[in-house]
């Protein structure tokens, strides 16, 4: 039989990890967070001191590293090690939209996402799933909130894993919106709504309604 897939994308902070973690849980899924990928890559770009232009390097970066996932997706062991927490620290935060923009890169983290949709049951959460990883996806959900909403959520996040240090709530909701920017307004896949996608405006959502709000979209296509 056919896997299932799944594809949540929307911009920085809209819930996207959070509400495809348990709805895989729920659905018995494997939940692959492709921002996971590139944060992995843009750690490795910056713990080698390499240019975050310097597409001919990060590409080799890229073609010679390995993604494995725990099974609840909440784990990323690159190169055989655990770098789930590295990949979430500000300095990658700072970086990381610009070395998504790098065209070739993205080839070689989408061929690999890809392959994974190939052999499991997924759900996928990203920026272009639904328009370019998983154009066929049997189930695409674009997930938004305001601004303000999407840093409360993600300072709240930092402040409870003491992971905030010195920032602060105006730092992070400014990276939220250069990577927004940066992220809808490249050339190569930007964020954007999947035509076919159905859109969820979760500002004044618990994570429980959108988690139900999927799962029930994904019983009906699978009826
Ligand atoms: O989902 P996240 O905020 O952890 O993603 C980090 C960055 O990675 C995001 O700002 C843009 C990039 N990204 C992307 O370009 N394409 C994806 N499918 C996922 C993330």
């Known amino acids: 039989m056919k896997n299932i897939s799944v594809a949540i994308d929307g911009p920085?902070?809209?819930?996207?990890?959070?509400?495809?973690?348990?709805?895989?849980?729920?659905m018995d899924l494997l939940y692959?967070?492709?921002?996971?990928?590139?944060r992995a890559i843009t750690f490795l770009v910056l713990q080698e001191g390499i240019a975050i232009d310097d597409e001919q390097k990060i590409i080799n970066i890229a073609k010679n590293t390995t993604f494995d996932f725990s099974k609840d997706g909440s784990e990323i062991f690159v190169n055989g090690e655990n770098r789930s927490k590295e990949i979430r620290t500000p300095m990658v935060s700072e970086n990381v939209s610009f070395v998504s923009q790098i065209g070739a890169l993205r080839t070689v983290l989408v061929n690999a996402q890809q392959?994974?949709?190939?052999n499991h049951d997924v759900i996928m959460d990203g920026r272009d799933i639904g328009t370019h990883?998983?154009?066929?996806?049997d189930l695409k959900v674009f997930l938004t909130a305001s601004v303000e909403e999407r840093a409360t959520r993600r300072f709240e996040e930092l402040s409870r894993q003491n992971k905030a240090?010195?920032?602060t709530f105006e730092a992070?909701?400014?990276?939220?919106?250069?990577?927004?920017?940066i992220d809808s307004n490249r050339e190569q896949a930007p964020l954007v709504k999947?035509?076919?996608?159905?859109?969820?405006?979760?500002?004044?959502?618990t994570t429980n309604e959108v988690v139900d709000r999927i799962i029930s979209l994904i019983r009906k296509i699978h009826r």
């Not at 902070?13 to 895989?24: D, L, N, P, Q, W």
């Not at 692959?32 to 590139?38: C, L, N």
């Not at 392959?115 to 190939?118: H, P």
């Not at 990883?133 to 996806?137: E, G, I, Q, T, W």
């Open 12 to 26: 920085a902070g809209a819930g996207k990890s959070t509400v495809a973690k348990k709805v895989a849980k729920k």
């Open 32 to 38: 692959i967070d492709t921002g996971a990928m590139y």
């Open 115 to 118: 392959k994974l949709a190939d």
């Open 133 to 137: 990883v998983l154009p066929k996806a």
């Open 165 to 167: 240090g010195s920032v």
């Open 172 to 181: 992070v909701k400014k990276n939220i919106i250069q990577r927004d920017t």
């Open 194 to 205: 999947a035509e076919d996608a159905v859109e969820i405006d979760t500002t004044t959502l």
